[in-house]
């Protein structure tokens, strides 16, 4: 089939062939990303005879897609160069993503050991580094579930983290968690299931945006967020009642969320003042608090 260079051609009028032969020169990023256009463009970008045959560790389910979409969301999160990804060396980026993750929970291990050296069952961590990132994330839960009632405060400053798992949301028993300069760039959803938490230290890291789950966090009090490329808060945040000192300077956020001004207790709010709208002053001063 010829095609003059000056005729325009709607692309559903393509043979199918033509079309899994232009979506084969996509890097995958960019083929995943074209899959949410249109019906059409999904199909092409999961075509199951090409999605088996050029990377046979996955199947064609939904359950793998996702998997893959997982692992370049976290590639980017990681900074992991993805613009050539292709289904053939995808491999290569989850191992790097894995590795990541991998040295993460191992230094979180290693610092709470440090700071609760009583506790029981810690592995050997120069052999633990050995182990796949499987291995170490599921003893890691089993452990942290174990000992989630032993352990009140956990300090994690200053350990170059990149990764937060899903486990930390098993230490329950958790009253204060300083994960402040660091390099985590988001927040897991289990964040939410710290719900005694009372102090929350965040800043200097490179979090841009915080999940909905930490407006479960209603015994909040301190919340110190500054510095961070963060553009807006979620409106979950007016849940929390509690919430005595809320730090925001040095990021992008341009305006908050109104309803703050309800949260009485409130008594440092440390922004900048041009940024926060008229109704949100008038309802914060209502409460005779102090603002910084």
């Known amino acids: 089939m010829t095609i003059a260079s000056s005729t325009f051609m709607d692309f559903n009028e393509l043979p199918k062939e033509i079309g899994l032969k232009i979506f084969s020169f996509l890097p995958l990023d960019e083929r995943l990303r074209a899959s949410k256009v249109s019906n059409l463009f999904r199909e092409l970008a999961y075509d199951p005879v090409t999605f088996r ?15 893959i979409q997982d692992i370049l969301r976290d590639a980017r999160s990681f900074e992991i160069d993805i613009t050539q990804v292709t289904f053939e060396n995808i491999k290569k980026v989850k191992t790097e ?8 929970i191992i230094k979180i291990w290693e610092r709470i050991k440090r700071d609760y050296p009583d506790l029981l069952d810690y592995p050997d961590f120069i052999q633990f580094k050995d182990k796949t990132y499987s291995e170490i994330i599921d003893k890691f839960d089993v452990w942290t579930n174990k000992n989630k009632y032993n352990i009140p405060r956990l ?11 899903d486990s930390i949301g098993n230490l329950t028993n958790l009253k204060w968690l300083h994960l402040d300069n660091n390099k985590i760039r988001s927040l897991p959803n289990a964040i939410g299931k710290l719900i005694i938490l009372e102090k929350l230290a965040l800043h200097n890291n490179q ?38 000192e809320l730090v925001l300077h040095d990021n992008q956020i ?39």
Do not use: C, M, R
């Open 97 to 104: 993503v894995e590795q990541i993750k991998k040295e993460s």
């Open 254 to 292: 341009s305006s908050l969320p109104d309803l703050i001004g309800n949260l009485s207790n409130l008594k440092v709010l440390y922004h900048k003042i041009s940024t926060l709208s008229e109704s949100f002053l008038d309802n914060y001063f209502a409460h005779n608090k102090s603002l910084i």
């Open 207 to 244: 979090i841009s945006s915080l999940p909905n789950s930490i407006g479960k966090l209603t015994n909040l009090k301190w919340l110190q967020l500054y510095n961070n490329p963060i553009s807006s808060l979620p409106d979950s945040i007016v849940n929390l009642t509690n919430l005595e």
């Open 53 to 67: 045959n050029n990377y046979k560790e996955y199947n064609d389910d939904e359950s793998s897609i996702k998997e």
């Open 155 to 165: 300090n994690l400053t200053f350990l170059d983290l990149k990764y937060l798992p």
